[in-house]
C-alpha cells in the first residue's frame, strides 16, 4: 500500500467518523474533505474544484428549479390529489396506489419534495378512511425513494453515479436506462407490501390523525383542554395598565396567552403591546402549578430599608470591570447562552454601553464589542476571569457610574412562603423577573455569593439586584383568580379566520437548534405555538426554550392569512391541505409541456442533460412558472456543495490506485464465485456504508471501486455501476438515512424499529432483483 492510498484511506475514514457523530454538518464536512486532499497533494487545486463545475452538479440543481417549477404550478399536486379518487377505502388498493403514485412523481420531482407534497395528503386520506397515519406514511415514503430509482433525475445520487461513466470516457447511462429494472422493483415492492409488509406496519395514535373517538380530532391528542385555565385580573392588581410583555405571563409563568376576554370584544392572540385592564379575563394555556404556588400566599416581603452596595464586597468577594473585545466569546452572546454564573463563577452586576447603564434584566442582553461589564465574585474567580481572551481590563473602576445602591433592596421570605425550601436555581427570579440574588443572611450568617443549590428558609433575608417594578409583577402575579377546567374546548377558539394547524419543519428548514424565543416565533410569524410533537410525546409547556429538531409537529394557533403566509416559508409544512400554497394552475400546462421538452431533447439526444436541464429551469422562471427567488430557494445547497466538495474523493481514489485496491479485496473474497457475486458484494458493502453516510458520498466512494472491480475482471462496468446507483438510493432502514424519513416519524408516531421492519426486507428486494436482472440489461 502506498502512501497515497494510506492518506486516502485516512481522509476517508476521518470523514466517515464526521458524518457518523454528526459534530458538524454534512456539507462542511465535504468542504474539510476539499481542503485536506489539496493539502496532502491527493488533487490539484484546480481538480479540487472542479466539482462545482461538474455536469451532474449543474444538472442537480437544475433539476431542483425544474422540480419546484413543477410543484408551485400544480402539476405534481394534481396527481397526488387524484390518488384519494382512485385510492377507495380499501387498503390493500390505497397502498397500492399511493406507492405507485408517489414513485411516478417522485422519478421526475426531487423525492424531498415529493415527501412534503404527499404529507398533507396523505394524513388527509388517513382522517377520511379512518386510518391511523402509521399506516399509510411509511409506505408514502417507500414509494418516493423507490421512484427516484426508476429515472435518471429521480435523485442526485444517480447522475453522481452516471457521471463517473462519463469522466472515464464511457457512454453514460441515457435517462431511461434505470427504467426497466426500477419498475422491476417498484412492482415487487408494491406486491411485498399487500402481502406481508403492511401487515407489520404499526398502528399508532398520533395527534396528526383521529382514529380513536368519533367526533374528535387531531387536537384531542395533545391534550390541551387540561392545560386551559381562565385568569382574571383584579382590581387592585399591579398588572393593570401593562402590556403583556411587561406583565411576564410567558416568561415568568410560562403561560401563552390564547385571548384576552373584556366587555368591549374578545382579543384573540393578543399582541405583546395590548395593555390589560381591570377585570380582564385571559385564557391561557400552561402548567397551572406555578400560580397555585404564588396565589394567596406572600412569596416575599419588600424591606423598608434598603442596602448599600459596600455589602456586596468583602475581604473574600471584590468586583472587576471589563471591556469586550471583538474576539471574545461574550460578543453575541447573552449571560443564559455563555452561563456565566455557573461556568466562571461570578454575578454580572451592571452593563455600561455607550452613556447607557443597565443594572437589572441582564439575562437577555447580547453583548456587543466596547460593553463595559462590571463583574463581582471571589478574587480567585475574578483573576481567572481577567485572564480570558476577549477581554480589556479597566484599570480606573468607578462604581460609583454605575449607581449600584439605586437598584439594591432587601428582601425577606416569610411563614408559609412557597419558596421555602426551594434553592435558588429552582425559584428563577432572574430570568422570570429580572431580580439576582447577591447575598443572603441567615440570623448571624451572612452567604456572599451563594451558590445555585443553596435552600432558602423562613426569615432569610435576600440582597437582591432588581427594580420595584419587577416585585409589581411578581406581586400581581400573586393576585391572580384562576378558574381551572373553564368549559372551552380548543374548537370553540376556531372562526372564519382563525385556526388551529400543525405545522412541520421541512427538510429544507435552517430553524433545527434553535429556540422559539431566539427565533421571536410569535412576533415574527403572527401565530402562537400551542403544543409541539416529538417522537410519540406532546410537550405543552417550556415550550420557549426548547430547541426545535426535524421532525418536529408544531400545533399553531393563528388567522388563515398567517398561515397561508407560513405555508410560503421553505422552513415550514403545513399538515393541512386548507392552507397549502395557492398554486399557478394557469402555469400548469406550460410547466408540463417544459419539463417534456427537456426530457424529450436529452432522449433523442440533440442536447446534453445539463444544459436541457439548465434550459428548463431558464424557461421556467422565464414564463414565470416561478419567480427568480422562489428558484433560488428551491435548491437544495446543502447537497449542492456535499456532492462537488466530495467528488474530488472520488478522483483520488481513482489517481492513487485506493479504488482498485479495494476491488481487489472483494473479488479476493467473492470473486471466485462469478461477476454476479462481486455484483451481489460491491451492492452489499454499498447498502451498509448507506446506514452511516450521506447517499450522495457513499455514491462518490462507492462507484470508483464498482469502475474498477469490472476493469480488472474485463468485463461492461454498466452492471456494477448501475447497482450502486440502486443500492444507494435504497435508504429504507433507518430514520436518520434519508431526510424523508424522519419528515414522517412524528405524524406516524413511528419507532427505530419501525423503520427496521419493513426497511430490510425492502432492501433485500432491491439487491436480489437488482443481482438478477442487471446482467440482463447490461450484459456483462
Given at each position: 500500500?502506498?502512501?497515497?492510498?494510506?492518506?486516502?484511506?485516512?481522509?476517508?475514514?476521518?470523514?466517515?467518523?464526521?458524518?457518523?457523530?454528526?459534530?458538524?454538518?454534512?456539507?462542511?464536512?465535504?468542504?474539510?474533505?476539499?481542503?485536506?486532499?489539496?493539502?496532502?497533494?491527493?488533487?490539484?487545486?484546480?481538480?479540487?474544484?472542479?466539482?462545482?463545475?461538474?455536469p451532474a452538479v449543474v444538472t442537480i440543481w437544475a433539476v431542483f428549479i425544474l422540480s419546484a417549477g413543477l410543484a408551485r404550478t400544480g402539476v405534481a399536486v394534481r396527481l397526488a390529489d387524484q390518488v384519494l379518487r382512485l385510492g377507495g377505502k380499501g387498503e390493500s388498493r390505497l397502498l397500492a396506489v399511493l406507492m405507485s403514485s408517489t414513485?411516478?412523481?417522485?422519478?421526475?420531482?426531487?423525492?424531498?419534495?415529493?415527501?412534503?407534497?404527499?404529507?398533507?395528503?396523505?394524513?388527509?386520506?388517513?382522517?377520511?378512511?379512518?386510518?391511523?397515519?402509521?399506516?399509510?406514511?411509511?409506505?408514502?415514503?417507500?414509494?418516493?425513494?423507490?421512484?427516484?430509482?426508476?429515472?435518471?433525475?429521480?435523485?442526485?445520487?444517480?447522475?453522481?453515479?452516471?457521471?463517473?461513466?462519463?469522466?472515464?470516457?464511457?457512454?453514460?447511462?441515457?435517462?431511461?436506462?434505470?427504467?426497466?429494472?426500477?419498475?422491476?422493483?417498484?412492482?415487487?415492492?408494491?406486491?411485498?407490501?399487500?402481502?406481508?409488509?403492511?401487515?407489520?406496519?404499526?398502528?399508532?395514535?398520533?395527534?396528526?390523525?383521529?382514529?380513536?373517538?368519533?367526533?374528535?380530532?387531531?387536537?384531542?391528542?395533545?391534550?390541551?383542554?387540561?392545560?386551559?385555565?381562565?385568569i382574571t385580573i383584579p382590581g387592585d392588581s399591579p398588572l393593570a395598565g401593562k402590556t403583556l410583555a411587561e406583565s411576564r405571563f410567558g416568561r415568568a409563568l410560562g403561560l401563552n396567552i390564547l385571548s384576552v376576554m373584556r366587555d368591549a370584544g374578545t382579543h384573540h392572540i393578543p399582541k405583546p403591546d395590548l395593555k390589560l385592564e381591570t377585570?380582564?379575563?385571559?385564557?391561557?394555556?400552561?402548567?397551572?402549578?406555578?400560580?397555585?404556588?404564588?396565589?394567596?400566599?406572600?412569596?416575599?416581603?419588600?424591606?423598608?430599608?434598603?442596602?448599600?452596595?459596600?455589602?456586596?464586597?468583602?475581604?473574600?468577594?471584590?468586583?472587576?470591570?471589563?471591556?469586550?473585545?471583538?474576539?471574545?466569546?461574550?460578543?453575541?452572546?447573552?449571560?443564559?447562552?455563555?452561563?456565566?454564573?455557573?461556568?466562571?463563577?461570578?454575578?454580572?452586576?451592571?452593563?455600561?454601553?455607550?452613556?447607557?447603564?443597565?443594572?437589572?434584566?441582564?439575562?437577555?442582553?447580547?453583548?456587543?464589542?466596547?460593553?463595559?461589564?462590571?463583574?463581582?465574585?471571589?478574587?480567585?474567580?475574578?483573576?481567572?476571569?481577567?485572564?480570558?481572551?476577549?477581554?480589556?481590563?479597566?484599570?480606573?473602576?468607578?462604581?460609583?457610574?454605575?449607581?449600584?445602591?439605586?437598584?439594591?433592596?432587601?428582601?425577606?421570605?416569610?411563614?408559609?412562603?412557597?419558596?421555602?425550601?426551594?434553592?435558588?436555581?429552582?425559584?428563577?427570579?432572574?430570568?422570570?423577573?429580572?431580580?439576582?440574588?447577591?447575598?443572603?443572611?441567615?440570623?448571624?450568617?451572612?452567604?456572599?455569593?451563594?451558590?445555585?443549590?443553596?435552600?432558602?428558609?423562613?426569615?432569610?433575608?435576600?440582597?437582591?439586584?432588581?427594580?420595584?417594578?419587577?416585585?409589581?409583577?411578581?406581586?400581581?402575579?400573586?393576585?391572580?383568580?384562576?378558574?381551572?377546567?373553564?368549559?372551552?374546548?380548543?374548537?370553540?377558539?376556531?372562526?372564519?379566520?382563525?385556526?388551529?394547524?400543525?405545522?412541520?419543519?421541512?427538510?429544507?428548514?435552517?430553524?433545527?437548534?434553535?429556540?422559539?424565543?431566539?427565533?421571536?416565533?410569535?412576533?415574527?410569524?403572527?401565530?402562537?405555538?400551542?403544543?409541539?410533537?416529538?417522537?410519540?410525546?406532546?410537550?405543552?409547556?417550556?415550550?420557549?426554550?426548547?430547541?426545535?429538531?426535524?421532525?418536529?409537529?408544531?400545533?399553531?394557533?393563528?388567522?388563515?392569512?398567517?398561515?397561508?403566509?407560513?405555508?410560503?416559508?421553505?422552513?415550514?409544512?403545513?399538515?393541512?391541505?386548507?392552507?397549502?400554497?395557492?398554486?399557478?394552475?394557469?402555469?400548469?400546462p406550460l410547466a408540463g409541456l417544459i419539463m417534456a421538452g427537456v426530457l424529450a431533447v436529452v432522449v433523442l439526444n440533440w442536447l446534453p442533460i445539463y444544459v436541457a436541464a439548465i434550459a428548463g429551469a431558464l424557461l421556467m422562471i422565464i414564463t414565470r412558472c416561478l419567480s427568480v427567488e422562489e428558484a433560488y430557494r428551491a435548491i437544495e445547497?446543502?447537497?449542492?456543495?456535499?456532492?462537488?466538495?466530495?467528488?474530488?474523493?472520488?478522483?483520488?481514489?481513482?489517481?492513487?490506485?485506493?479504488?482498485?485496491?479495494?476491488?481487489?479485496?472483494?473479488?479476493?473474497?467473492?470473486?471466485?464465485?462469478?461477476?454476479?457475486?462481486?455484483?451481489?458484494?460491491?451492492?452489499?458493502?454499498?447498502?451498509?456504508?448507506?446506514?452511516?453516510?450521506?447517499?450522495?458520498?457513499?455514491?462518490?466512494?462507492?462507484?470508483?471501486?464498482?469502475?474498477?472491480?469490472?476493469?480488472?475482471?474485463?468485463?461492461?462496468?454498466?452492471?456494477?455501476?448501475?447497482?450502486?446507483?440502486?443500492?444507494?438510493?435504497?435508504?429504507?432502514?433507518?430514520?436518520?438515512?434519508?431526510?424523508?424519513?424522519?419528515?414522517?416519524?412524528?405524524?406516524?408516531?413511528?419507532?427505530?424499529?419501525?423503520?427496521?421492519?419493513?426497511?430490510?426486507?425492502?432492501?433485500?428486494?432491491?439487491?436480489?432483483?437488482?443481482?438478477?436482472?442487471?446482467?440482463?440489461?447490461?450484459?456483462?
Amino acid at each position: 500500500m502506498t502512501p497515497e492510498i494510506t492518506l486516502t484511506f485516512a481522509i476517508l475514514l476521518f470523514a466517515i467518523i464526521l458524518f457518523v457523530t454528526e459534530i458538524l454538518r454534512a456539507d462542511l464536512v465535504a468542504l474539510l474533505v476539499l481542503v485536506l486532499l489539496v493539502l496532502a497533494g491527493l488533487v490539484s487545486p484546480e481538480e479540487s474544484i472542479s466539482g462545482f463545475s461538474n455536469p451532474a452538479v449543474v444538472t442537480i440543481w437544475a433539476v431542483f428549479i425544474l422540480s419546484a417549477g413543477l410543484a408551485r404550478t400544480g402539476v405534481a399536486v394534481r396527481l397526488a390529489d387524484q390518488v384519494l379518487r382512485l385510492g377507495g377505502k380499501g387498503e390493500s388498493r390505497l397502498l397500492a396506489v399511493l406507492m405507485s403514485s408517489t414513485a411516478v412523481v417522485s422519478a421526475f420531482v426531487i423525492n424531498v419534495g415529493v415527501a412534503a407534497m404527499f404529507l398533507p395528503v396523505t394524513l388527509d386520506i388517513a382522517r377520511r378512511t379512518g386510518r391511523s397515519a402509521s399506516r399509510l406514511l411509511l409506505p408514502m415514503i417507500y414509494g418516493t425513494t423507490v421512484g427516484g430509482m426508476i429515472v435518471l433525475i429521480g435523485t442526485s445520487s444517480n447522475l453522481v453515479v452516471v457521471d463517473f461513466l462519463r469522466e472515464a470516457g464511457m457512454r453514460p447511462p441515457g435517462l431511461f436506462d434505470f427504467t426497466p429494472v426500477g419498475i422491476v422493483i417498484l412492482v415487487v415492492s408494491i406486491i411485498y407490501m399487500l402481502l406481508i409488509g403492511r401487515r407489520i406496519l404499526p398502528e399508532r395514535t398520533t395527534p396528526s390523525v383521529d382514529n380513536i373517538q368519533p367526533g374528535r380530532d387531531f387536537r384531542f391528542h395533545y391534550d390541551i383542554e387540561e392545560r386551559l385555565a381562565l385568569i382574571t385580573i383584579p382590581g387592585d392588581s399591579p398588572l393593570a395598565g401593562k402590556t403583556l410583555a411587561e406583565s411576564r405571563f410567558g416568561r415568568a409563568l410560562g403561560l401563552n396567552i390564547l385571548s384576552v376576554m373584556r366587555d368591549a370584544g374578545t382579543h384573540h392572540i393578543p399582541k405583546p403591546d395590548l395593555k390589560l385592564e381591570t377585570g380582564d379575563r385571559l385564557l391561557v394555556l400552561g402548567r397551572l402549578d406555578v400560580i397555585d404556588q404564588l396565589s394567596g400566599k406572600p412569596v416575599v416581603m419588600i424591606e423598608d430599608d434598603a442596602p448599600k452596595a459596600s455589602c456586596l464586597f468583602s475581604e473574600r468577594v471584590g468586583m472587576i470591570e471589563l471591556e469586550v473585545d471583538e474576539d471574545s466569546v461574550f460578543n453575541g452572546k447573552t449571560l443564559v447562552e455563555l452561563d456565566a454564573r455557573h461556568k466562571l463563577g461570578v454575578n454580572l452586576l451592571a452593563l455600561r454601553r455607550g452613556d447607557l447603564v443597565r443594572r437589572t434584566n441582564l439575562q437577555d442582553v447580547k453583548f456587543e464589542s466596547g460593553d463595559h461589564l462590571l463583574f463581582r465574585g471571589s478574587f480567585e474567580h475574578l483573576q481567572s476571569l481577567q485572564g480570558h481572551d476577549g477581554f480589556c481590563q479597566i484599570n480606573d473602576c468607578d462604581p460609583e457610574e454605575y449607581s449600584l445602591d439605586e437598584r439594591l433592596l432587601y428582601l425577606r421570605i416569610p411563614e408559609k412562603s412557597p419558596l421555602d425550601g426551594s434553592t435558588l436555581e429552582d425559584m428563577r427570579l432572574a430570568p422570570a423577573y429580572g431580580i439576582s440574588i447577591m447575598n443572603i443572611i441567615r440570623g448571624d450568617q451572612e452567604f456572599l455569593i451563594p451558590e445555585p443549590d443553596m435552600r432558602l428558609q423562613e426569615n432569610d433575608l435576600l440582597v437582591v439586584e432588581g427594580r420595584p417594578v419587577d416585585i409589581d409583577i411578581l406581586r400581581g402575579h400573586q393576585t391572580l383568580k384562576i378558574e381551572r377546567n373553564p368549559e372551552v374546548d380548543l374548537k370553540d377558539l376556531e372562526t372564519d379566520s382563525l385556526s388551529v394547524v400543525e405545522v412541520m419543519l421541512s427538510p429544507h428548514t435552517t430553524l433545527t437548534g434553535k429556540t422559539l424565543r431566539q427565533l421571536n416565533f410569535r412576533e415574527k410569524f403572527g401565530v402562537s405555538v400551542l403544543a409541539i410533537w416529538r417522537g410519540d410525546s406532546a410537550y405543552r409547556t417550556g415550550l420557549n426554550d426548547m430547541s426545535l429538531q426535524f421532525g418536529d409537529a408544531l400545533l399553531c394557533y393563528g388567522t388563515r392569512e398567517k398561515f397561508e403566509l407560513l405555508a410560503r416559508d421553505s422552513d415550514f409544512v403545513i399538515l393541512t391541505l386548507d392552507y397549502r400554497e395557492k398554486l399557478l394552475v394557469k402555469k400548469a400546462p406550460l410547466a408540463g409541456l417544459i419539463m417534456a421538452g427537456v426530457l424529450a431533447v436529452v432522449v433523442l439526444n440533440w442536447l446534453p442533460i445539463y444544459v436541457a436541464a439548465i434550459a428548463g429551469a431558464l424557461l421556467m422562471i422565464i414564463t414565470r412558472c416561478l419567480s427568480v427567488e422562489e428558484a433560488y430557494r428551491a435548491i437544495e445547497w446543502k447537497a449542492v456543495f456535499l456532492i462537488a466538495a466530495m467528488l474530488p474523493l472520488g478522483m483520488a481514489m481513482q489517481q492513487t490506485g485506493a479504488a482498485v485496491l479495494v476491488a481487489g479485496a472483494v473479488m479476493d473474497l467473492v470473486g471466485s464465485y462469478g461477476p454476479t457475486a462481486i455484483l451481489a458484494g460491491i451492492m452489499t458493502l454499498t447498502l451498509i456504508l448507506n446506514q452511516f453516510i450521506p447517499s450522495p458520498v457513499n455514491a462518490v466512494v462507492m462507484t470508483p471501486i464498482a469502475i474498477a472491480s469490472a476493469t480488472g475482471l474485463g468485463l461492461s462496468p454498466y452492471p456494477f455501476v448501475m447497482g450502486i446507483a440502486y443500492a444507494v438510493a435504497s435508504s429504507f432502514m433507518t430514520p436518520v438515512s434519508h431526510p424523508i424519513n424522519i419528515m414522517v416519524m412524528s405524524p406516524g408516531g413511528y419507532r427505530f424499529s419501525d423503520y427496521f421492519k419493513n426497511g430490510l426486507p425492502l432492501t433485500l428486494i432491491v439487491l436480489i432483483v437488482s443481482v438478477l436482472l442487471l446482467p440482463v440489461v447490461f450484459p456483462y
